[in-house]
């Protein structure tokens, strides 16, 4: 072996070059050559066999992959970042991107309390919904957001000394009609009335005095001979004047009660607390020893209604849920929840953030999912929530009105689709009509009053210079707790208690009092092959079926 063969192989670059050049052409092209290309020649070749192991391959590629999974949360923090600090169009953000209703783009409704002693800066003015959990694991479902909540009595100081002002309309008065005929074949009720549909097209014509349809009509007087009756011993409570109200019901026995928590002594002590329910409730209540003589539950004043309209349990829970200003005819504000639902959060508190502190005067919460009226049709079609040819009807018909999806120009309104459940409202005139033309859609079309509810609010903000403070639906669920209707809750099976598969007992050799381990023909054992495993079960279940 010689040793230019020897150099050869003990080095990689320069040997190389010296075995095919003379001594004076090497010396010539050395001077020629530049560092930083000798540097490669020599770099190069030694990252290439580095390459070809398997191992540092992997560790580059995870260092790579590692890299762009940091660059990627980077860009998407800095995304978020900026659609939080600018107003955004698109209806379809995560209830962390904030949309801010403009309240200022309308006309002032009242001056607070606290704005009146000077006070302008709302404490929680520099409030911020916490960063989103990062989207890792299983999927949840809505939840809770944080809320500001000011202190109790701030928050009642803060309660509008005179009522908001109702645009143009300042009178409205309710048809009356004891024998209520029906003049076209499809709409209405004997509760409701049966409006033509000139009528109703009349009603969205906002004026300064208005008589519309608003249920009752058979009665001069709501809650008395008139469909939805109420004992005299009530009907005087319900007149009395309250600044504020909590308002439920329970048809049908669908729900079980829900006892607020967190209320304070003030309004335990100012605010009535009524929860309307039929015979059929107010029966399984007493026969189950909830109810007593002194129709009280809690904080519940339990209000019994007779002769109810409707066959169906959900459309009579619309007539307290959209026409209260008519059964309490002398409350500023109230607070209507689903009868499913429970409250933990102070009467006042909720007022104060979701209407005084937005000069608002009403809230409702958006859907948590669907913003688009067709979507939420399908949806109600798909889960059964009423029978779809009077589904199709009902959007067939506002369609031809010039109904049309959901598009940014709507905004700052950031969708058609509420979550009925709670609404917070003043009661004015303004409030009262647009509670009442939204029944009169319950009672012509289906009682679903999702579908029914963007149209009535945009055909009353064509007219005047008002709008719906939509509220995010995590807003709405930190303030009520949601159960289970009453059938789900009786006829789930029980929770099954998960059992803990216990270490089975070590069974010791009676002979040499051994514990049996490892197998003494086998330095270790052997692990036993899964589907072998199942083959083995099944063979033995085949045994025992065919010996039985």
């Known amino acids: 072996m010689t040793g230019r063969s020897l150099s050869l192989r003990g080095s990689y670059g320069s040997s190389q070059s010296s075995a095919k050049f003379p001594a004076i052409a090497r010396k010539s092209s050395s001077k020629m050559l530049i560092p930083s290309l000798r540097e490669k020649e020599r770099v190069l070749p030694v990252i290439c066999g580095y390459l070809g192991q398997r191992r540092v391959a992997m560790i580059l590629l995870v260092a790579l992959a590692l890299l762009v999974f940091i660059w990627g949360s980077i860009t998407v923090s800095k995304e978020s970042t900026n659609s939080n600090a600018k107003e955004s169009n698109d209806p379809s953000l995560d209830v962390h991107t904030v949309l801010k209703f403009k309240m200022s783009d309308y006309s002032p409704l ?3 309390a606290g704005a009146a002693s000077g006070s302008s800066e709302h404490p929680c003015n520099k409030f911020a919904l916490p960063p989103p959990p990062p989207p890792v694991g299983r999927q949840l479902g809505p939840r809770p957001c ?5 202190p109790l009595e701030q928050a009642r100081a803060r309660m509008p000394r005179s009522p908001s002002v109702s645009p143009v ?3 409205l008065t309710y048809v009356v009609d004891e024998n209520p005929l029906k003049t076209e074949p499809h709409g209405g009720s004997n509760f409701g009335g049966y409006p033509s549909l000139k009528r109703r097209s009349d009603s969205f014509d906002i004026r300064e005095s208005m008589t519309v349809h608003c249920g009752f009509v058979k009665g001069r007087k709501p809650g008395h001979q008139t469909g939805f009756d109420i004992d005299e011993a009530d009907l005087m409570e319900l007149e009395q004047f309250h600044e504020v109200i909590v308002v439920s019901a329970i048809f049908g026995n669908y729900d079980i009660i829900q006892q607020p928590k967190n209320i304070s002594e003030a309004s335990r002590k100012n605010v009535p607390f009524y929860m309307f329910v039929d015979e059929e409730t107010e029966t399984y209540m007493k026969n189950s020893t909830v109810l007593d003589s002194s129709m009280k539950v809690g904080l519940w004043r339990i209000i019994v209604v007779h002769n109810i309209p409707y066959n169906d349990t959900r459309r009579n829970g619309k007539v307290p849920k959209l026409l209260l200003h008519r059964i309490l005819p002398n409350v500023r504000y109230s607070i209507w929840i689903d009868g499913k639902l429970q409250l933990v959060v102070d009467p006042y508190q909720v007022l104060e953030r979701f209407l005084w502190s937005q000069n608002a005067n009403f809230a409702i919460s958006r859907h948590y999912r669907r913003f688009d009226v067709f979507e939420e049709a399908e949806a109600n079609k798909a889960a059964g929530k009423y029978d779809n040819t009077s589904i199709d009807y009902q959007i067939e018909f506002y369609k031809r009105e010039g109904l049309t999806s959901y ?6 309104i950031t969708s ?5 459940c ?7 005139p303004i409030t009262n009509l647009f509670t009442c033309l939204w029944f009169n859609e319950v009672d012509r079309f289906t009682s679903r009053d999702q579908l029914s509810f963007s149209t009535v609010r945009d055909k009353i903000m064509e007219k005047v210079k008002w709008s719906i403070n939509m509220i995010l639906d995590c807003e709405r669920r930190n303030f009520v707790i949601q159960a289970y209707h009453r059938d789900l809750l009786e006829h789930r099976s029980p929770p099954v208690t998960p059992v803990i598969p216990r270490r089975p007992p070590l069974n010791r050799d009676s002979g040499t009092g051994r514990t049996p381990g490892k ?3 086998h330095g270790r054992s052997r692990r036993s092959n899964p589907r072998h495993h199942r083959k083995s ?3 033995n279940r085949d045994k025992q079926v065919i010996s039985q």
């Open 416 to 420: 058609d689709v509420p979550e009925g």
């Open 519 to 521: 197998n003494p023909r």
């Open 110 to 112: 009242h001056q607070h």
């Open 537 to 539: 079960v099944a063979g």
């Open 146 to 150: 944080s809320v500001c909540y000011i």
């Open 169 to 171: 309309l300042r009178n």
């Open 422 to 428: 709670v609404i917070i409202r003043e009661h004015v």
């Open 407 to 412: 598009y940014s120009a709507k905004f700052p």
